[in-house]
């Protein structure tokens, strides 16, 4: 699955066309995923060929429910490693779980931080899957939840939950991504981290909420700016630094997810001291004048 080729416009009016029907194609520099990969700052693309994925047979879904997140991480990097019948794996924290739990029709969803589970393939294959990762969790403290018919209908309201309850003044987050031996380590740091005292700012217990893609080493870390346990803008840009700077200590990205745009341009040298003046001047390559999504990334 991916983008196989695409067309594009660049900044200097010229049509540019990268990439291959071929699944895999050796000839020269690989423009096609520089230009997708660069936020809209290189043209604007016209046309896109893509490799779809097939529809599995049979899928399974799985709760999973731990003391804490660092034992889910821990569990939902082992899964990974293990379990290959496995498609997903996300891990939310009993912060977002009790944000999910006080609305309407999800009180009865576990307390505590969570896993939610699917593999794709046969039937059986799904069912020994499932069976295989529910023994690493136990491993790791996890036991299954039963109760909830999809889990993805519960993930998928968590951001939207987070950021209602902040009000106007919205969220600041980060979509830091780690190695997975490293990722139980990065979310237990992040919340000693605010849990203590240290470089604090405003009064009350400010809350970070965690959840994402766990099993590829993706965590979305959500700051409420309004609402109880709100961060200042000014704690949250703190708090956002030292997050992109850990996840690059292990080894990992200041984003794995949603990219550079505004919000993380002053993590980007974190990451590429070096690479940022490179990145400039290709950008001038394709857009000398600065027209394209501009103000974005760099």
């Known amino acids: 699955p991916g983008v196989r080729g695409l067309e594009g416009v660049t900044g200097n009016a010229q049509v540019v066309r990268v990439g291959s029907r071929v699944p895999k194609t050796s000839a020269g520099f690989d423009l096609k995923d520089l230009f997708v990969g660069s936020e809209g700052t290189l043209g604007v693309i016209t046309e896109i060929a893509l490799a779809l994925a097939p529809v599995p047979p049979g899928t399974a879904r799985a709760t999973l429910a731990f003391s804490t997140l660092s034992d889910a991480c821990a569990a939902a990097a082992e899964m990974a490693a293990y379990v290959p019948e496995l498609a997903a794996v996300e891990v939310a924290d009993r912060d977002t779980m009790d944000a999910l739990r006080?609305?309407?029709?999800?009180?009865?969803?576990?307390?505590?931080?969570?896993?939610?589970?699917?593999?794709?393939?046969?039937?059986?294959?799904?069912?020994?899957?499932?069976?295989?990762?529910?023994?690493?969790?136990?491993?790791?403290?996890?036991?299954?939840?039963?109760?909830?018919?999809?889990?993805?209908?519960?993930?998928?309201?968590?951001?939207?939950?987070?950021?209602?309850?902040?009000?106007?003044?919205?969220?600041?987050?980060?979509?830091?991504?780690?190695?997975?031996?490293?990722?139980?380590?990065?979310?237990?740091?992040?919340?000693?981290?605010?849990?203590?005292?240290?470089?604090?700012?405003?009064?009350?217990?400010?809350?970070?909420?965690?959840f994402g893609h766990a099993g590829v080493g993706i965590v979305h870390c959500l700051m409420p700016l309004g609402g109880a346990g709100a961060w200042t803008p000014d704690e949250a840009r703190i708090e956002k630094s030292a997050l992109a700077s850990r996840a690059v200590a292990l080894g990992g990205t200041v984003t794995g997810e949603h990219g550079i745009g505004l919000g993380h341009r002053d993590s980007l040298r974190i990451e590429h001291p070096d690479g940022v003046g490179y990145m400039r001047r290709i950008k001038s390559v394709f857009d000398p004048l600065g027209i394209m999504n501009p103000d974005k990334v760099f």
């Open 102 to 210: 006080a609305l309407p029709g999800l009180r009865d969803l576990p307390a505590g931080d969570v896993l939610f589970l699917e593999t794709h393939g046969r039937p059986d294959d799904c069912a020994a899957g499932i069976e295989a990762a529910c023994g690493v969790a136990a491993v790791h403290g996890g036991a299954t939840v039963a109760g909830i018919d999809d889990p993805w209908a519960v993930r998928h309201r968590m951001t939207r939950t987070i950021r209602e309850a902040a009000g106007a003044a919205g969220v600041a987050r980060t979509d830091c991504a780690v190695p997975l031996p490293a990722l139980s380590r990065f979310v237990h740091e992040a919340k000693a981290r605010v849990a203590s005292d240290r470089n604090r700012t405003s009064g009350g217990q400010r809350r970070l909420y965690v």
